[in-house]
T-cell receptor
């Protein structure tokens, strides 16, 4: 039973480019969460999705960031026109229908140069 | 009110000793308090969790102590081992809300 799968593990983008981060939840999990971790800091909630629905996006920056979790395929976190301040580790987590225990992927480390 | 404050930022403990990490919160609507362990380059892994209807939960060498009136909870690692060296995060979530609010993290080093 594979865990939460994120890819790519490392992503380098130049300022102004787009970054696409992918997350496949654990088998049987229908809830997906995205968190951002800046160096030496804790994780900050960004968005919570269920299949085809955004449930809570209170932690998402108002511009350039978007997320989706389509009926088929992985959840995608998209960052348009990246800036140096977007450099961080982005973690995806998933949980089952009871939505109590969340399991995290290994993260995507985004570096903007 | 959404914050969870964690201390200390870093902690060094001798092998075999007890590691203690503390967290405090303000929002009394929080009703689920997990602890996560994170190794460098890895994602956080759920270690142990507690709800406010119990004052203590123990799993192996790991114990959560919960003080509802003081709005504080702590992680105790008994007989600490070098393999426990990692960053530990406390977190909290509210009933009906799925997102976790994380503390700032504690970098634990266990000296052999």
């Amino acid at each position: 039973n594979a865990g939460v799968m994120q890819n790519p593990r490392h992503l380098v983008r130049r300022r102004g480019q787009e970054a696409r981060l992918r997350c496949s939840p654990m088998k049987g999990h229908s809830h997906v969460y995205w968190y951002r971790q800046l160096p030496e800091e804790g994780l900050k909630f960004m968005v919570y999705l269920q299949k085809e629905n955004i449930i809570d996006e209170s932690g998402m920056p108002k511009e350039r960031f978007s997320a989706e979790f389509p009926k088929e395929g992985p959840s995608i976190l998209r960052i348009q026109q990246v800036v140096r301040g977007d450099s961080a580790a982005y973690f995806c987590a998933s949980s089952g229908s009871r939505a109590i225990e969340a399991f995290f992927g290994q993260g995507t480390r985004l570096t903007v140069v | 009110q959404q914050q969870v404050k964690q201390s200390p930022q870093s902690l060094i403990v001798q092998k075999g000793g007890i590691s203690i990490i503390n967290c405090a919160y303000e929002n009394t609507a929080f009703d689920y308090f997990p602890w996560y362990q994170q190794f460098p380059g890895k994602g956080p892994a759920l270690l142990i969790a507690i709800r406010p209807d119990v004052s203590e939960k123990k799993e192996g060498r790991f114990t959560i102590s919960f003080n509802k009136s003081a709005k504080q909870f702590s992680l105790h690692i008994m007989d600490s081992q070098p393999g426990d060296s990692a960053t530990y995060f406390c977190a909290a979530s509210m009933k009906g809300a799925q997102k976790l609010v994380f503390g700032q993290g504690t970098r634990l080093t266990i000296n052999p």
